[in-house]
């Protein structure tokens, strides 16, 4: 049995002046005269898109021209996921396609750090000669297609230079933002025994320059592979270290810019998921379907035209930036800002505006930290007449986000909620340029994802929750997972409880009118009385009282069939949770969900700990919660708070797990 929320209310809807002029209609149009056929709306080419797989794909490539080497021999093999490949006998390269576009002097990056108020601009121009500078400096230092290139980077253009300069050389890029720790880089850098690694000396946070020359100290000696050290000098004016090479040196011989052919499924980048309990899982997404995934993202749903600027609000260490850099396709801008989204409050909105950005990627927890402020861009007079796209990522918008953007952002601003991730470099679910604005509502299911809520027996459920599944295979889905040969990881990850149906672990209501809603994740699910509840739900309920600064809740089987629903709460400064906040807590939950959401017990804690891309630890304190030791509960290098999971564990100790 399963509940979902009630109805919900409508914002705003597109005009038919904004459909008529959109890049998707534009898109549609040449579709219906390739067809032979009508598509009036994406409903219609969604449906198409998945009864038709391969030729969505191959209209994507035909549409966006996409440039191979060597041709294909068919659209995809018959295997099943994960073993599906794309293309095969095609030969490309991704990098190609973000620089092909874009005249010389029109700019392709905007360079913004906390605390200034320049904004450097680089033109594409000067894009495609730094880009060919540092791939000469890779070929020259001996490295070969497959080599690893890894870096340590702030979201700077050193960042995209040195993604790209690899990605053109054939070489697989991997990057940790500096607010990672020694341990956390480590963890993930040396399981791909790189030859190259790109290091900045610092970056900036809260006002503060942030020193990062020890951790990069510790990286090159934990790092035996490495046999050339990049130095970016970015935050203080210190030579480089013996053995290191200043980062002007790559830049300092002009080089044509060459671009090695390779298979579809060669490997780009490793991302990593937030590796909660051992290793990090390395993910390597290939060439070809960051592409095809890349036009699709960037063209027909972030809508982007030559000219344009996205700002996306992220770290180098989030997949928001690998998802991004793809707007370099459309010959779109990039808008690049390097340090807190809160310094001072409000400033991403400033540097929006300042930068005449027409869309934004932000995590939903910036736009309710702005929020939370008391900040108001629109009253700041903050021009943002520019911008008619807010895609919100990492986690579900609340429903009060919904409304403070309409109300302090702008009225005609489309709001579009999506859920992906790090796993597909890309979506599964978000707005498009047809759907309406509904408060707490995704806008449906993108082209050529085949996706469903199925339940415990494997069953499509329209209007109850059950599992998100992808029934048919996507080409951004990895290719394989690092140090997994025979795919047995990869099995277990996605595909173990449905032999050839990846599972992907979020709770999901399929709605009749075709939008979605997120609940959670389902491994970390809530049964209470046999319903099950997302931690979502009670998030976006709770997280809008002023009292409460964050919430946690987590749900633990006890013996004789009990069951106890926990909810942690972290007061908002100035408050404290006493018996009047707990009774407006449970009339809150009763009244705004249902009697089955009121906790079993509300206890105060000092903070939430959460993965170092900012998702609440709900599993680890799950685990915690029935017993599993802390080293084998959570990797602490890869947590962002590792005093707050150990009251956690503090917590469970005393109240479950006592002695005798």
């Known amino acids: 049995m399963t509940e979902t929320p009630g109805p919900t209310e409508t914002l705003w809807r597109p005009s038919p002046e904004r459909i008529g002029a959109s890049a998707l209609r534009a898109y549609l149009d040449w579709l219906e005269t390739r067809e032979g056929r009508s598509f009036p709306d994406h409903d219609a080419l969604w449906t198409w898109s998945i009864a038709d797989l391969d030729r969505f794909w191959l209209s994507i490539v035909e549409y966006y021209r996409v440039g191979f080497s060597t041709p294909w021999t068919r659209v995809r093999t018959e295997d099943p996921m994960p073993y599906t490949r794309w293309f095969p006998g095609a030969r490309l390269n991704w990098a190609e396609h973000l620089l092909r576009n874009g005249s010389n002097d029109a700019v392709a990056l905007v360079c913004v750090r906390e605390g200034s108020d320049v904004a450097r601009e680089i033109t594409f121009g000067e894009l495609r000669r730094a880009v060919a500078s540092a791939a000469g400096w890779l070929r020259r230092s001996g490295v070969r297609p497959g080599d690893r290139v890894a870096a340590y980077l702030p979201n700077t253009e050193h960042a995209v230079i040195g993604c790209l300069a690899a990605a053109a050389v054939g070489a697989v890029w991997a990057c940790c933002s500096p607010d990672f720790g020694a341990e956390g880089t480590i963890g993930r850098l040396a399981q791909l025994e790189p030859t190259v690694l790109i290091a900045a000396d610092g970056y900036h946070w809260n006002g503060k320059d942030i020193d990062r020359s020890e951790v990069v100290a510790q990286l090159r000696e934990n790092l035996p592979t490495v046999r050339h050290f990049v130095h970016v000098g970015y935050v203080f004016d210190r030579p480089a270290r013996a053995g290191a090479v200043p980062w002007d040196e790559l830049m300092s011989v002009d080089e044509p810019l060459v671009f090695e052919p390779v298979e579809f499924s060669h490997p780009l980048w490793v991302?990593?998921?937030?590796?909660?309990?051992?290793?990090?899982?390395?993910?390597?997404?290939?060439?070809?379907?960051?592409?095809?995934?890349?036009?699709?993202?960037?063209?027909?749903?972030?809508?982007?035209?030559?000219?344009?600027?996205?700002?996306?609000?992220?770290?180098?260490?989030?997949?928001?930036?690998?998802?991004?850099?793809?707007?370099?396709?459309?010959?779109?801008?990039?808008?690049?800002?390097?340090?807190?989204?809160?310094?001072?409050?409000?400033?991403?909105?400033?540097?929006?505006?300042?930068?005449?950005?027409?869309?934004?990627?932000?995590?939903?927890?910036?736009?309710?930290?702005?929020?939370?402020?008391?900040?108001?861009?629109?009253?700041?007079?903050?021009?943002?007449?520019?911008?008619?796209?807010?895609?919100?990522?990492?986690?579900?918008?609340?429903?009060?986000?919904?409304?403070?953007?309409?109300?302090?952002?702008?009225?005609?601003?489309?709001?579009?909620?999506?859920?992906?991730?790090?796993?597909?470099?890309?979506?599964?679910?978000?707005?498009?340029?047809?759907?309406?604005?509904?408060?707490?509502?995704?806008?449906?299911?993108?082209?050529?994802?085949?996706?469903?809520?199925?339940?415990?027996?494997?069953?499509?459920?329209?209007?109850?929750?059950?599992?998100?599944?992808?029934?048919?295979?996507?080409?951004?889905?990895?290719?394989?997972?690092?140090?997994?040969?025979?795919?047995?990881?990869?099995?277990?990850?996605?595909?173990?409880?449905?032999?050839?149906?990846?599972?992907?672990?979020?709770?999901?209501?399929?709605?009749?009118?075709?939008?979605?809603?997120?609940?959670?994740?389902?491994?970390?699910?809530?049964?209470?009385?046999?319903?099950?509840?997302?931690?979502?739900?009670?998030?976006?309920?709770?997280?809008?009282?002023?009292?409460?600064?964050?919430?946690?809740?987590?749900?633990?089987?006890?013996?004789?069939?009990?069951?106890?629903?926990?909810?942690?709460?972290?007061?908002?400064?100035?408050?404290?949770?006493?018996?009047?906040?707990?009774?407006?807590?449970?009339?809150?939950?009763?009244?705004?969900?249902?009697?089955?959401?009121?906790?079993?017990?509300?206890?105060?804690?000092?903070?939430?700990?959460?993965?170092?891309?900012?998702?609440?630890?709900?599993?680890?304190?799950?685990?915690?919660?029935?017993?599993?030791?802390?080293?084998?509960?959570?990797?602490?290098?890869?947590?962002?708070?590792?005093?707050?999971?150990?009251?956690?564990?503090?917590?469970?100790?005393?109240?479950?797990?006592?002695?005798?």
Not at 294 to 310: D, F
Not at 545 to 550: F, K, R, S, V
Request: with cysteine; aromatic share 8%; proline share 6%.
């Open 271 to 660: 991302l990593f998921t937030s590796g909660t309990t051992g290793l990090p899982k390395g993910l390597v997404h290939g060439h070809g379907g960051i592409t095809l995934e890349g036009l699709k993202w960037s063209g027909l749903y972030a809508g982007l035209r030559p000219g344009e600027r996205i700002f996306t609000y992220t770290s180098t260490g989030w997949a928001l930036w690998n998802i991004q850099i793809n707007a370099l396709m459309q010959g779109a801008s990039l808008v690049l800002y390097e340090g807190s989204p809160g310094h001072p409050p409000g400033a991403v909105w400033e540097v929006a505006a300042r930068t005449g950005a027409q869309v934004m990627l932000l995590g939903a927890a910036v736009v309710m930290a702005t929020a939370d402020a008391g900040i108001s861009p629109r009253k700041r007079g903050f021009d943002l007449s520019r911008l008619r796209h807010v895609m919100v990522s990492g986690s579900a918008l609340p429903s009060a986000g919904y409304h403070w953007l309409m109300e302090h952002v702008s009225g005609d601003v489309r709001i579009d909620s999506t859920s992906g991730g790090t796993d597909i470099s890309g979506s599964f679910v978000g707005a498009n340029e047809y759907a309406s604005v509904q408060v707490g509502r995704i806008g449906g299911i993108l082209a050529g994802v085949d996706c469903a809520a199925w339940d415990e027996d494997g069953r499509p459920v329209i209007g109850a929750v059950g599992d998100l599944v992808i029934t048919q295979p996507m080409p951004s889905m990895p290719v394989y997972l690092w140090n997994d040969p025979d795919a047995l990881r990869y099995n277990e990850s996605y595909f173990e409880q449905w032999a050839g149906v990846w599972r992907h672990g979020d709770w999901v209501t399929m709605h009749p009118d075709g939008s979605v809603s997120v609940h959670g994740r389902s491994d970390s699910t809530l049964n209470r009385q046999g319903v099950r509840l997302g931690s979502a739900d009670f998030y976006d309920v709770l997280e809008t009282m002023p009292e409460i600064a964050e919430t946690l809740v987590v749900g633990v089987e006890l013996p004789d069939d009990d069951y106890w629903l926990g909810l942690f709460v972290v007061t908002a400064p100035g408050h404290e949770l006493n018996d009047e906040l707990r009774q407006r807590i449970v009339t809150t939950l009763r009244t705004r969900l249902t009697p089955r959401h009121v906790p079993d017990e509300i206890v105060a804690a000092p903070a939430v700990p959460h993965t170092l891309t900012g998702k609440k630890l709900e599993v680890p304190v799950k685990k915690l919660l029935t017993g599993r030791p802390l080293e084998k509960a959570a990797n602490i290098a890869s947590v962002d708070d590792p005093d707050a999971l150990r009251w956690y564990a503090q917590f469970a100790a005393g109240r479950f797990h006592r002695a005798g």
